[in-house]
């Protein structure tokens, strides 16, 4: 905890969204817990930073089992965003996380516009949140059930109302599950965004063919993993020359060439989340896996790479 | 709790399907019967999830595994050999209580153990011994060959009272272990221990509650990281006054409950 | 070739748009060739059938290298639809082909909907085609490069054109990368199709850290393979219940379990893609494991099977 | 074209990170020079692929492949061991041409092997020896443990003239392969056969282009299936009168082209 100790590589430093990051790894949410979880392993002060498990103005007991399956190269969840809701996080949370020294993203959810808006009034109130990142892939069941994510209006009027009364630097989390990411993209930083991330996982299902049945007890899932990788390099790499605020790459993230992958492709930072489960200490390892690129390219810094992939057309 | 990379010191057949593997730690870690390890052959790329094996025995740095060969992840584990290495991260979850919720020493015990849930209970029935615990064993499994491989002989090496029984007979009485355990309770038994598959625990935990005897299940759900950050693991508990949900996690809140807190009707494996 | 010999388990027969297939086990276009590829290695008249390669009115050259790049679980491709032709095809493949007795569908696509047009004109003189099967996931450089098969508008167009000048039933292969599988899949049918197969690739990409570019010359290409079987058994799943046409499940299969997988969500047969390049015998494994199953489970046919998986809600 | 499943009679390391890899085939199978394999261990999840491999060395039903151990399926060839299982799909591609195109007999010859390209040309040379063509070998590594790993005692034992090159100048000439090949060509040489990395084969059909040489050579490309079916390992060729496209498929096109066909600009790889 003693965070004076920690060794920054400093060509690993980014700002984003004027939040300043000591390197650009950050923990995803939802496979990060709130952080505390990972204390016991890895020095959290090493971090670049993580994103809370998602957090609603009020706690959810989640879906009933099964939530996980393993897939090819990826693993299906439907959670069902259990959590101890925005009010326990900052009073319960907080105090421990603030000890350490690294950035914490505040992962934001809701049913309705109501929903996010009020867990961003709690959080607000809560010290030691560097900003919030809105989930938006839930549906909506106001509205019959549209996922907010999956629509560039829908989404771009929730991050107008969440920009007006957020105290913090919003991100907004893309669905991938979408014809058009860059018209998702381009609503949504135009309705305010100060940064986003992409990608969220890519609804799937698997079925047990024994019992005939859906493997999950909600039917389907969000797949995430190296499976989904390509997709969301992709959409990193599209949404990068559209759009004028910066990027977190998410999705498969795995080792620094991964990383690397995103960061070429436009992403200012990337967040890892599956890959903690099977190799927690991950993040650690791809920032020092990216200075090591730094040093064998004669790179000066990550921030000098961010988007430089050759771009044909 | 411990990440680190082990060498496999040996990974032997116990007999068709059913492998015990030793792995050598580079630190001492403490465990305490009943808690369990994550484990994957290191550099492997497919499938990507740790598997969770229950800690057979231990001894410092000196930890084995004893498990059946089913999907991909055992199948992987299957190959390993002398001087291959597991990333390993260990030791996780809590451990079978030694003592009555009012703190006192138990007299007297069941252990119930079906299939390779035996695993979970070898160091138990040990330690129960050493503390001279009255303790029968019951060893449930579907035929000789499996009770074998589930670890038959390192169990009677303890030398204690033991009623095996085999769904077709082939060794010990033919039929459910929990039938065995009904005919076998006596009312100073306090306390009963089990790991085996759902149904059978959940038959156990029915059996010991019209008993009025405390049971401790260390129940399976498919995981994702084994120390509490997925959220995947859960199983459905009787909603209680503290704690805000329904749902508790196997691998940090379990993987023993006591019985009685189970919702016995919501599989955690979802079948 | 000699067909007579071929002893076909009865119980796999199944029968889509009038087509009867003597098992639901297909190759999926692109990845079999014009079938002949595949005749030194197994007995074409085992098969349940193929779909061609996808062929243009005109033959195309396609994309320079590279053209494919393995990822976790799968793989990308930019052929650029590199084949001989339709009227090459008709001409110097059909005759070679129609000695097998085997299902033929002639994959097809275009540019514009004349081309697709153009393709089916000429496809319609050839004898031994059982049925086409339109690939709607390319640009339509006449619309300014919008995918037709990502618009449902689009897509009903061109199957009613189609449709109309078919001499054959009429499948329409459906892109996944959209919002709303099941709006487009109502759409097509609504005009006309006969089936509906499921799904293409993904848009993914994959970059080359060490060369700072993208590893394909085409930057992104379709992500094909077991990686993204979750995402296209939840689509077949999804639209079963929405339309009344059959289906093909299309996606990471190279398994009869992974068949059933489809099976049970909804596809009354499947096509397999990727695993025929690792695994060249994987059409007769998977109708073999097929037979097996309703063996193991005492069904009396794979058609009682199609879509019978439990639907919670 | 087989698809069978061999078994591995070795997989010895010859150096560290190149080994050659020995398999029984269940069947005879009949090769030329210059074919090669698909190959994955059977049952391997990951990589999902399989490698193409050059036949080193074969003899009815045992094949020998000689690789180095770069990417993920090569590692994962490399873990195999004796009795292991692998997927194979054998004989694959077109081979060396052992005439003129006039159909007439060889008489000088050179070699130009470069890295792990040496694979693909070993039984080339002992055919053009036992044929009784006049061949020079010129055999180019990056240093003496690289020409090692890639099977220069074995040329050495075919007794034919060999330069050695390496880059680091650790073995034979320091330099590149292709600039020996400059001084060593003499007018009377009548085919030079080529296999190595693109931009030295790039060179080596230059070299002889700009002598008035035939030269031929076997090329590189990122392969999905091997047999002709997915159109992935396409090479740019000048556009010819005959066909309806600009591009060939190494697979069964090649892997041996005649090196002026060859667009040389666009290297198949993609780098
Ligand atoms: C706390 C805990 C401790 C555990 N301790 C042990 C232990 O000590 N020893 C041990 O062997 N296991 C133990 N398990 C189970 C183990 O973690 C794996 O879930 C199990 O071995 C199956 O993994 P797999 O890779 O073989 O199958 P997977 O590939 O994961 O297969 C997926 C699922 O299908 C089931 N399955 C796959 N193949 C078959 C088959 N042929 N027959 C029946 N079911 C099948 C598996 O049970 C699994 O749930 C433990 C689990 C938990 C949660
Ligand atoms: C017709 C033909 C015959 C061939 N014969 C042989 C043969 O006899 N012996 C042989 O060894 N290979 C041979 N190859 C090459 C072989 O098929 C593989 O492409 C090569 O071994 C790389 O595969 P991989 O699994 O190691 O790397 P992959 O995991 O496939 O890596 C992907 C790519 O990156 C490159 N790469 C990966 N790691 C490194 C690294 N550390 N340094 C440099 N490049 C890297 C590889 O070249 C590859 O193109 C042949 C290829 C063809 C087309
Ligand atoms: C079990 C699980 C739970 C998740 N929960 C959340 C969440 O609460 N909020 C969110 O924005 N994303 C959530 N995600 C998505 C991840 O943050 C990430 O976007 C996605 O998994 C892709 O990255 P990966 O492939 O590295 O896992 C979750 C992912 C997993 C696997
Ligand atoms: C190399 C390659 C080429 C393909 N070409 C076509 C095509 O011409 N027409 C088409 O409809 N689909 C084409 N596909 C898509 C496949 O038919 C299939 O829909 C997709 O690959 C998913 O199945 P899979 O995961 O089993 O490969 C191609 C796929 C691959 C990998
Ligand atoms: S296995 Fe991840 S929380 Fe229990
Ligand atoms: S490798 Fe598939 S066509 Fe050549």
Redesign the pocket.
């Known amino acids: 905890m003693d965070s004076h100790k920690t060794k920054h590589d400093p060509r690993l430093a980014i700002e984003i969204a004027g939040i300043r990051f000591n390197n650009p790894v950050l923990g995803a949410s939802g496979t990060f817990g709130y952080g505390l979880e990972f204390s016991e392993l890895l020095d959290l002060n090493r971090l670049g930073g993580f994103a809370t498990k998602g957090l609603s103005a009020k706690p959810l007991a989640g879906n009933p089992p099964r939530r996980i399956v393993?897939t090819h190269g990826g693993m299906l969840n439907a959670i069902g965003l259990q959590n101890v809701g925005a009010r326990a996080f900052v009073e319960e949370k907080l105090p421990l996380i603030r000890q350490y020294d690294t950035r914490v993203i505040a992962n934001v959810f809701g049913y309705s516009d109501d929903d996010y808006l009020e867990a961003i009034q709690i959080l607000n109130d809560g010290e030691g949140i560097d900003g919030y990142e809105l989930n938006i892939s839930c549906p909506n069941v106001k509205e019959g059930g549209i996922v907010i994510g999956n629509s560039p209006v829908a989404a771009a009027r929730l991050t107008e109302k969440a920009k007006r009364i957020s105290r913090r630097p919003l991100i907004v989390k893309l669905s991938p599950n979408v014809t058009d990411i860059v018209e998702l993209a381009s609503a949504i930083t135009g309705a305010g965004a100060d940064a986003l991330s992409l990608i969220n996982t890519l609804v799937g299902m698997s079925v047990d063919v024994i019992r005939r049945s859906p493997r999950l007890n909600y039917v389907t899932g969000g797949l995430s993993g190296p499976a989904i990788r390509p997709i969301a390099v992709r959409m990193v790499y599209e949404v990068a020359s559209k759009v004028t605020v910066p990027l977190f790459g998410v999705g498969g993230i795995g080792s620094a060439s991964d990383a690397l992958e995103f960061i070429l492709a436009g992403a200012s930072a990337v967040q890892i989340g599956t890959a903690n489960y099977y190799d927690p200490l991950v993040t650690l390892k791809v920032s020092e896996g990216l200075s090591e690129y730094l040093d064998k390219t004669a790179s000066p810094s990550i921030s000098s790479l961010v988007g430089s992939v050759s771009r044909p057309f | 709790m411990i990440e680190t990379i082990a060498s496999v010191r040996s990974n032997q057949e116990i007999i068709e399907g059913y492998k015990l593997l030793e792995v050598q730690l580079n630190r001492e870690i403490e465990h305490s019967p009943g808690q369990?390890a994550m484990v994957r052959p290191s550099g492997l790329l497919e499938?990507l999830?740790r598997?969770?094996?229950?800690i057979?025995r231990g001894d410092g740095t000196r930890v084995e595994?004893?498990?059946?060969?089913?999907?991909?992840?055992?199948?992987?584990?299957s190959k390993l050999k002398s001087d291959d290495e597991v990333d390993i991260l260990i030791p996780?979850?809590n451990s079978w209580p030694l003592a009555t919720s009012a703190g006192q020493r138990i007299r007297k015990a069941a252990v119930v153990a079906g299939g390779?849930?035996s695993?979970?209970v070898l160091t138990l029935c040990r330690q129960l011994k050493e503390t001279g615990v009255e303790t029968t064993v019951l060893f449930g499994a579907a035929d000789e060959r499996a009770a074998v491989g589930c670890g038959l002989d390192h169990f009677r090496e303890l030398g204690l009272p033991m009623i095996v029984t085999t769904d077709d007979g082939s060794l010990g009485e033919k039929g459910l272990v929990t039938s065995a355990l009904e005919k076998a309770l006596s009312d100073d038994v306090e306390t009963v221990y089990t790991c085996g598959p759902w149904p059978m625990m959940r038959r156990v935990s029915e059996i010991s509650m019209a008993n009025g005897i405390t049971c401790y299940a260390?129940?399976?759900?498919?995981?994702g990281c084994?120390f509490g950050v997925c959220v995947g693991?859960v199983v459905a508990v009787h909603v209680e006054a503290q704690g805000y949900g329904s749902y508790k996690r196997?691998?940090t809140d379990?993987?023993i409950f006591a019985a009685e807190t189970i919702r016995w009707d919501v599989n955690a494996?979802g079948d």
Chains 1, 3 share one sequence.
């Open positions: 393993e | 369990f499938p999830l598997r969770a094996l229950a057979y595994f004893l498990y059946h060969v089913l999907g991909a992840g055992t199948q992987a584990l996780l979850g390779i849930g695993a979970s260390s129940l399976e759900a498919p995981m084994g693991c196997v691998c379990g993987s494996m």
